[in-house]
T-cell receptor, first 113, second 113 residues
Framework: NAGVTQTPKFQVLKTGQSMTLQCAQDMNHEYMSWYRQDPGMGLRLIHYSVGAGITDQGEVPNGYNVSRSTTEDFPLRLLSAAPSQTSVYFC????????????FGSGTQLSVL | DAKTTQPPSMDCAEGRAANLPCNHSTISGNEYVYWYRQIHSQGPQYIIHGLKNNETNEMASLIITEDRKSSTLILPHATLRDTAVYYCIVRVAGNFGNEKLTFGTGTRLTIIP
Protein backbone atom coordinates (compact mmCIF):
# COMPACT_ATOMS: atom_id res chain seq x y z
CA ASN A 1 0.00 0.00 0.00
CA ALA A 2 2.02 2.97 -1.28
CA GLY A 3 -0.54 5.70 -0.51
CA VAL A 4 -0.29 8.78 -2.74
CA THR A 5 2.60 8.71 -5.19
CA GLN A 6 3.77 11.80 -7.07
CA THR A 7 6.27 11.91 -9.90
CA PRO A 8 8.64 13.50 -10.62
CA LYS A 9 10.05 14.85 -7.34
CA PHE A 10 11.93 17.64 -9.08
CA GLN A 11 11.51 19.26 -12.49
CA VAL A 12 13.02 22.24 -14.29
CA LEU A 13 11.21 23.67 -17.29
CA LYS A 14 11.79 26.51 -19.70
CA THR A 15 9.07 29.08 -20.21
CA GLY A 16 6.54 27.81 -22.72
CA GLN A 17 7.27 24.13 -22.25
CA SER A 18 4.52 21.73 -21.30
CA MET A 19 4.59 18.85 -18.86
CA THR A 20 2.40 16.58 -16.78
CA LEU A 21 2.75 16.00 -13.06
CA GLN A 22 1.64 12.52 -12.20
CA CYS A 23 -0.37 11.50 -9.14
CA ALA A 24 -1.57 8.01 -8.29
CA GLN A 25 -3.22 6.53 -5.22
CA ASP A 26 -3.86 2.91 -4.35
CA MET A 27 -6.45 3.40 -1.60
CA ASN A 28 -9.50 3.43 -3.90
CA HIS A 29 -10.20 7.02 -2.87
CA GLU A 30 -12.88 8.93 -4.72
CA TYR A 31 -11.62 12.40 -3.91
CA MET A 32 -8.32 13.69 -5.32
CA SER A 33 -6.92 17.18 -5.49
CA TRP A 34 -3.91 19.27 -6.44
CA TYR A 35 -2.43 22.09 -4.36
CA ARG A 36 0.44 24.45 -4.93
CA GLN A 37 2.54 25.95 -2.18
CA ASP A 38 4.68 29.02 -2.67
CA PRO A 39 7.39 30.10 -0.21
CA GLY A 40 5.91 31.30 3.07
CA MET A 41 2.39 30.62 1.95
CA GLY A 42 -0.19 27.99 2.70
CA LEU A 43 -1.62 25.46 0.32
CA ARG A 44 -3.80 26.76 -2.48
CA LEU A 45 -6.21 24.45 -4.25
CA ILE A 46 -5.74 24.20 -8.02
CA HIS A 47 -8.23 21.55 -9.14
CA TYR A 48 -10.06 18.70 -7.51
CA SER A 49 -12.06 15.63 -8.48
CA VAL A 50 -14.79 13.73 -6.65
CA GLY A 51 -14.63 10.68 -8.90
CA ALA A 52 -13.64 9.35 -12.29
CA GLY A 53 -14.85 11.66 -15.02
CA ILE A 54 -15.59 14.55 -12.64
CA THR A 55 -13.29 17.52 -12.07
CA ASP A 56 -13.74 21.06 -10.82
CA GLN A 57 -11.70 24.20 -10.34
CA GLY A 58 -10.15 25.33 -7.09
CA GLU A 59 -8.81 28.73 -6.08
CA VAL A 60 -6.00 29.03 -8.67
CA PRO A 61 -6.89 26.94 -11.75
CA ASN A 62 -5.53 29.18 -14.51
CA GLY A 63 -2.71 27.62 -16.51
CA TYR A 64 -3.50 24.09 -15.36
CA ASN A 65 -5.61 21.27 -16.76
CA VAL A 66 -6.67 18.04 -15.12
CA SER A 67 -8.52 14.89 -16.08
CA ARG A 68 -9.70 11.86 -14.11
CA SER A 69 -10.10 8.88 -16.40
CA THR A 70 -9.55 6.35 -13.61
CA THR A 71 -10.08 6.33 -9.85
CA GLU A 72 -6.35 5.84 -9.26
CA ASP A 73 -4.81 8.62 -11.36
CA PHE A 74 -5.19 12.38 -11.37
CA PRO A 75 -2.55 14.06 -13.58
CA LEU A 76 -1.96 17.81 -13.60
CA ARG A 77 -0.98 19.35 -16.93
CA LEU A 78 0.86 22.59 -17.49
CA LEU A 79 0.19 23.53 -21.11
CA SER A 80 2.64 26.42 -21.40
CA ALA A 81 4.78 26.84 -18.30
CA ALA A 82 5.38 30.30 -16.89
CA PRO A 83 7.82 31.46 -14.18
CA SER A 84 4.79 32.21 -11.96
CA GLN A 85 4.16 28.48 -11.85
CA THR A 86 7.41 27.85 -10.01
CA SER A 87 6.16 26.18 -6.85
CA VAL A 88 5.87 22.96 -4.89
CA TYR A 89 2.90 20.90 -5.96
CA PHE A 90 1.08 18.45 -3.71
CA CYS A 91 -1.48 15.87 -4.67
CA UNK A 92 -3.94 14.58 -2.09
CA UNK A 93 -6.69 11.98 -1.87
CA UNK A 94 -9.45 10.93 0.48
CA UNK A 95 -12.39 8.62 0.77
CA UNK A 96 -15.83 9.66 2.00
CA UNK A 97 -17.18 9.20 5.50
CA UNK A 98 -16.90 11.25 8.65
CA UNK A 99 -13.59 9.76 9.71
CA UNK A 100 -11.89 9.99 6.36
CA UNK A 101 -8.63 11.90 6.24
CA UNK A 102 -6.83 13.67 3.45
CA UNK A 103 -3.61 11.89 2.48
CA PHE A 104 -0.86 13.86 0.75
CA GLY A 105 1.91 12.90 -1.61
CA SER A 106 5.51 13.97 -0.99
CA GLY A 107 5.37 16.81 -3.48
CA THR A 108 6.90 17.88 -6.78
CA GLN A 109 9.25 20.85 -6.79
CA LEU A 110 8.89 22.66 -10.11
CA SER A 111 11.08 25.47 -11.37
CA VAL A 112 10.21 27.38 -14.54
CA LEU A 113 13.05 29.45 -15.95
CA ASP B 1 -13.44 34.22 2.90
CA ALA B 2 -11.14 32.49 5.34
CA LYS B 3 -12.95 29.88 7.38
CA THR B 4 -10.29 29.69 10.08
CA THR B 5 -7.89 32.14 11.73
CA GLN B 6 -4.60 31.11 13.32
CA PRO B 7 -1.64 33.04 14.74
CA PRO B 8 1.22 33.09 12.24
CA SER B 9 3.85 31.79 14.65
CA MET B 10 4.41 30.43 18.15
CA ASP B 11 7.34 29.18 20.22
CA CYS B 12 7.26 26.44 22.83
CA ALA B 13 9.97 25.03 25.09
CA GLU B 14 10.90 21.41 24.56
CA GLY B 15 9.05 19.13 26.97
CA ARG B 16 6.27 21.63 27.58
CA ALA B 17 2.74 21.45 26.25
CA ALA B 18 2.19 23.35 23.02
CA ASN B 19 -1.25 24.92 22.72
CA LEU B 20 -2.20 26.07 19.23
CA PRO B 21 -5.41 28.11 18.91
CA CYS B 22 -7.78 28.32 15.97
CA ASN B 23 -10.81 30.51 15.47
CA HIS B 24 -13.63 29.25 13.27
CA SER B 25 -16.49 31.55 14.21
CA THR B 26 -18.56 30.77 11.09
CA ILE B 27 -18.40 27.00 11.47
CA SER B 28 -21.57 25.17 10.51
CA GLY B 29 -23.24 22.49 12.58
CA ASN B 30 -22.11 19.68 10.31
CA GLU B 31 -18.51 20.86 9.89
CA TYR B 32 -15.67 19.08 11.60
CA VAL B 33 -12.44 20.70 12.77
CA TYR B 34 -9.33 19.05 11.32
CA TRP B 35 -5.69 19.64 12.18
CA TYR B 36 -2.77 18.87 9.90
CA ARG B 37 0.90 19.68 10.13
CA GLN B 38 3.63 20.12 7.57
CA ILE B 39 7.21 19.39 8.59
CA HIS B 40 9.73 21.27 6.49
CA SER B 41 8.67 20.78 2.86
CA GLN B 42 6.98 17.41 3.22
CA GLY B 43 3.33 16.77 2.41
CA PRO B 44 0.92 17.73 5.21
CA GLN B 45 0.21 15.03 7.76
CA TYR B 46 -3.11 14.41 9.50
CA ILE B 47 -3.11 14.92 13.29
CA ILE B 48 -6.62 14.82 14.67
CA HIS B 49 -10.20 15.91 14.04
CA GLY B 50 -13.42 16.44 16.00
CA LEU B 51 -16.99 17.70 15.81
CA LYS B 52 -17.91 19.00 19.26
CA ASN B 53 -16.41 16.69 21.85
CA ASN B 54 -12.82 16.82 22.94
CA GLU B 55 -10.68 14.24 21.19
CA THR B 56 -7.36 12.61 22.00
CA ASN B 57 -5.10 10.30 20.07
CA GLU B 58 -1.48 9.24 20.24
CA MET B 59 -0.31 12.50 18.70
CA ALA B 60 -2.39 15.22 20.30
CA SER B 61 -5.56 16.42 22.01
CA LEU B 62 -8.21 18.64 20.48
CA ILE B 63 -10.30 20.91 22.66
CA ILE B 64 -13.36 22.46 21.01
CA THR B 65 -15.29 25.20 22.82
CA GLU B 66 -18.93 24.61 23.62
CA ASP B 67 -20.08 27.14 21.02
CA ARG B 68 -17.66 25.50 18.53
CA LYS B 69 -16.32 28.87 17.43
CA SER B 70 -12.76 28.05 18.41
CA SER B 71 -10.53 25.13 19.21
CA THR B 72 -7.09 24.36 20.61
CA LEU B 73 -4.67 21.69 19.50
CA ILE B 74 -2.52 20.45 22.38
CA LEU B 75 0.79 18.65 21.92
CA PRO B 76 1.31 17.44 25.49
CA HIS B 77 5.10 17.08 25.57
CA ALA B 78 6.56 18.92 22.62
CA THR B 79 9.77 17.64 21.07
CA LEU B 80 12.06 19.21 18.50
CA ARG B 81 10.46 17.00 15.87
CA ASP B 82 7.16 18.83 16.44
CA THR B 83 8.60 21.95 14.83
CA ALA B 84 6.30 22.41 11.83
CA VAL B 85 3.51 24.49 10.32
CA TYR B 86 0.14 23.51 11.79
CA TYR B 87 -3.05 23.97 9.79
CA CYS B 88 -6.57 24.13 11.18
CA ILE B 89 -9.34 23.53 8.64
CA VAL B 90 -13.05 22.92 8.78
CA ARG B 91 -14.94 20.59 6.49
CA VAL B 92 -18.21 18.77 6.15
CA ALA B 93 -17.34 15.18 7.01
CA GLY B 94 -18.13 12.65 4.37
CA ASN B 95 -18.58 15.30 1.74
CA PHE B 96 -15.20 16.36 0.42
CA GLY B 97 -16.68 16.78 -2.99
CA ASN B 98 -18.97 19.68 -2.23
CA GLU B 99 -16.47 22.23 -1.06
CA LYS B 100 -13.12 23.65 -1.93
CA LEU B 101 -10.90 22.53 0.90
CA THR B 102 -8.66 25.45 1.79
CA PHE B 103 -5.72 25.41 4.19
CA GLY B 104 -4.70 29.00 4.77
CA THR B 105 -1.22 29.85 6.05
CA GLY B 106 -1.29 28.01 9.40
CA THR B 107 0.81 28.53 12.53
CA ARG B 108 4.55 28.02 12.40
CA LEU B 109 5.41 26.27 15.68
CA THR B 110 9.03 26.32 16.77
CA ILE B 111 10.12 24.06 19.61
CA ILE B 112 13.01 25.58 21.50
CA PRO B 113 15.60 23.31 23.17
Amino acid sequence: NAGVTQTPKFQVLKTGQSMTLQCAQDMNHEYMSWYRQDPGMGLRLIHYSVGAGITDQGEVPNGYNVSRSTTEDFPLRLLSAAPSQTSVYFCASSGHGKNEKLFFGSGTQLSVL
Amino acid sequence: DAKTTQPPSMDCAEGRAANLPCNHSTISGNEYVYWYRQIHSQGPQYIIHGLKNNETNEMASLIITEDRKSSTLILPHATLRDTAVYYCIVRVAGNFGNEKLTFGTGTRLTIIP
